[in-house]
């Protein structure tokens, strides 16, 4: 995966919220994040596009009361549902190839209202050829404990609404591995599992987590998605405990790096034995999630932060040359925070912080 090496891409969510939100996201990246294009997220522009909700179509027991939504485990419909889920996972896992079980695939794509951009996405990427394109699933962990049960409690506690997070998601970004490959025939699919909530295991919130079982989640997508060639990722834009990240069997681990960097290399043997298998980091280096951070931010200084960020790596006793192989620049998080322009300039400095590294370590390429 050289072609990963100091290249950039964006990790999701953009603040456009006018008419033209879709098409305005969708111009900018195909013009400016070709070689790894992203599928935006848009909760501005619909508010179905929350990172939660954006996966719910299709969800086994799902049930509304207003505007409020959860699973319903006790109603005849899940029962039904849940069969159906299960049979579905278990053909799609034991096929060949996704092509083959298309049809129910399908049953588990991400449509308007909940994804206005991922459509015309796809129609636009039969337009490019890039070396990778990138989708997005909210991760297990995440989505488990944002979504209750009809009594308030997190799906996550309940071992078979867990179950049926995991395997909806798995089939979700797996659906999105077979409309890339149908748009893109050469184009590795990366699919990242946002997991901002690993940053709060261990904390009062989830003192009864065990860290094993968060691994075990992840694990289970990731290994669903490397069966079918995919490159899987996993995203947290705060502090955590970095094993989960680094065991759980995923590609590629991003973090914020601009904040963060320290932390992950504190666990410098896992970061180590991650990175002399294949791993990858994705270096989440420009700051998204403070806004005058951002506003008086310059090139010159987050050339500086990402050459600050190596050293806590290798002053671990990690090889650079290894380290700035297998990385790449991201975005810290997603940009669906910031307004427009800060959106923008987000973006920009992305790309041109990987082009710069580039130049300066093209030895490398």
């Not at 409690?153 to 309940?158: G, S």
């Not at 071992?159 to 395997?167: E, G, M, Q, R």
């Not at 190596?310 to 925070?337: E, H, R, V």
């Amino acid at each position: 995966m050289s072609e990963l090496t100091l290249n950039y891409t964006g990790i999701g969510s953009l603040p456009f919220k006018g008419e033209n939100a879709p098409k305005q996201a969708l111009d900018y990246i195909f013009k400016e994040f070709k070689s790894i294009p992203f599928w935006p997220q848009l909760p501005h522009f619909a508010r179905e596009e929350d990172m939660v909700f954006q996966y719910t179509q299709n969800l086994a027991g799902l049930s509304f009361d207003g505007d409020k939504y959860f699973l319903n485990p006790e109603s005849e419909e899940f029962f039904i549902a849940l069969e159906e889920l299960f049979f579905d996972y278990e053909s799609v896992i034991s096929a060949d190839d996704l092509i083959q079980c298309e049809q129910t695939l399908d049953k588990y794509a991400i449509l308007p209202p909940n994804s206005n951009s991922l459509a015309p996405f796809l129609n636009e990427l039969k337009n490019y050829n890039p070396d990778f394109v990138k989708g997005s699933i909210t991760g297990p962990f995440t989505f488990s404990t944002s979504i209750t049960d009809n009594e308030g409690k997190c799906a996550y506690y309940n071992d078979v609404l867990k179950d049926v997070c995991i395997k909806t998601l798995s089939l979700k970004a797996l659906w999105q591995v077979k409309e890339f490959k149908k748009a893109a025939p050469s184009a590795k699919s990366i699919i990242f599992m946002d997991e901002p909530s690993i940053s709060q295991v261990g904390s009062c919130a989830f003192l009864s987590v065990e860290s094993s079982d968060v691994v075990e989640m992840l694990k289970i997508i990731a290994d669903d998605l490397k069966k079918f060639g995919a490159i899987c990722g996993v995203h947290c834009c705060g502090k955590t405990d970095w094993e989960i990240a680094l065991l759980c069997g995923v590609d590629i681990v991003n973090f914020d790096a601009y904040s963060y960097s320290q932390s992950v290399a504190n666990y410098a043997q896992s970061a180590k034995t991650f990175l002399e298998k294949g791993g990858i980091f994705a270096f989440g280096i420009v700051p998204t999630l403070d806004k005058d951070e951002l506003k008086n931010l310059e090139l010159n200084t987050l050339e500086q932060k990402f050459d600050d960020s190596i050293k806590c790596f290798t002053s671990k006793g990690i090889d650079k040359n290894l380290l700035l192989k297998q990385s790449f620049i991201t975005p810290s998080c997603g940009c669906g925070s910031l307004d427009d322009e800060g959106a923008l300039k987000a973006l920009r400095l992305t790309r041109e912080l990987s082009q710069r590294l580039k130049e300066r370590c093209g030895a490398l390429l």
